[in-house]
C-alpha cells in the first residue's frame, strides 16, 4: 500500500520533523498548497494526516480520516490524585461567572487562548463566543517542569521536557532523567480505574508542589490529539508512531477506538 503522510500549507518544526521521519521508513510526503484536498488523495487508503484542528476539519471527511481525540471532559473526570487540582468541566456562559483566578481553555481547539483569567469577566464576551462554547476550568498552579508523552498502545513512544516554571524549556530524554520518571507516571493512565484514552494520544504531565508537603508530585496537565500536537524535543521517529497510529484510514479504527473519532465537518466543493 502507498502511505503518505499530508502537511497542511503552513508547515511546522514538528511537520518537518515527522516528514524527515516518514521519508526514512518510505513513505511518501505531500505538502499541500491550498485548503482543498487534491483529487489523487480523496479516500486515499494509505493516508494519514498531521495537521491542526482547521485543516483537519477541511480536508478530513473527505480524505476518509479517522482522526482519533481524547474526550472534551476526560481531565476533569480523572480523580484528583492524578491532576492534583480541581478541574471541571463547564461552558464558557458559567465560566464567565467565576469571581475568582482560574486557568480557562478549550478542550479541544484553540478559540480562545488558554492561560490563567483574574476573574470570568476577563473570557471572551458573548459578542466572540457562545455561551454553550466547553470550557475546561481549573485550580491555578504553577508546575515546576512539563513533560509530553506521544503514547500508543499504552506504551509511551517519545517523551520530552517543554517547559521549565511555566517558560518554554526544551530537552531530550537524554538530557532529563525525569523524562523516565514522567513515562512511569503517565503509563498508570492507561490501567483500570481511569478514564479510556484512545489507543494513540499526546499526554502532557508535569511536577507541582504539593501543598502539605512542599515536595514536588507528578500531576497531569493535559490529553490531546496525537495528529495536532508538537513533538518539541521528543524522539520524532517515536511520536510518528504515535501520529500514524491517531490520523489513519477511517475504515482501520479499531472498534474500541471508534468512540474516540473526531466529528469532521462534511465540506462542499
Known amino acids: 500500500m502507498d502511505r503518505v503522510l499530508i502537511l497542511p500549507p503552513r508547515v511546522t518544526e514538528t511537520g518537518l520533523a515527522l516528514a524527515d521521519a516518514a521519508r526514512r521508513r518510505g513513505m511518501r510526503v505531500e505538502t499541500l498548497r491550498t485548503w482543498r484536498l487534491p483529487e489523487h488523495l480523496a479516500g486515499h487508503a494509505g493516508a494519514h494526516l498531521y495537521a491542526g484542528p482547521l485543516f483537519a476539519d477541511a480536508v478530513g471527511a473527505e480524505l ?136 494513540a494520544v499526546v499526554v502532557d504531565v508535569g511536577l507541582v508542589e504539593e501543598a502539605g508537603t512542599g515536595r514536588p508530585e507528578w500531576a497531569v496537565i493535559e490529553a490531546n490529539a496525537a495528529w495536532a500536537s508538537g513533538h518539541y524535543a521528543a524522539d520524532p521517529d517515536g511520536a510518528l508512531d504515535v501520529v500514524l497510529a491517531a490520523s489513519g484510514p477511517v475504515a482501520q479504527v479499531s472498534p474500541a477506538n471508534r468512540r474516540f473519532l473526531r466529528r469532521l465537518p462534511s465540506v462542499t466543493r
Open 64 to 199: 476518509g480520516s479517522g482522526l482519533l481525540e481524547p474526550d472534551q471532559d476526560w481531565l476533569a473526570r480523572l480523580p484528583r490524585r492524578w491532576t492534583r487540582r480541581e478541574v471541571v468541566f463547564t461552558t464558557l456562559a458559567r465560566a464567565r461567572a467565576l469571581d475568582r483566578p482560574a486557568f480557562v481553555k478549550p478542550p479541544d481547539d484553540k478559540s480562545f487562548p488558554a492561560r490563567v483569567y483574574p476573574t470570568g469577566a476577563d473570557l471572551p464576551g458573548p459578542d466572540v463566543l457562545e455561551a454553550d462554547t466547553a470550557v475546561l476550568v481549573s485550580d491555578v498552579v504553577a508546575f515546576q517542569a512539563e513533560f509530553r508523552l506521544f503514547v500508543a498502545a499504552g506504551r509511551v513512544r517519545a517523551v520530552s521536557r517543554y517547559a521549565v516554571d511555566g517558560e518554554l524549556d526544551l530537552a531530550t530524554a537524554a538530557e532529563d532523567a525525569r523524562c523516565a520518571e514522567a513515562a512511569g507516571f503517565a503509563s498508570g493512565l492507561f490501567g483500570a480505574g481511569v478514564p479510556e484514552l484512545p489507543g
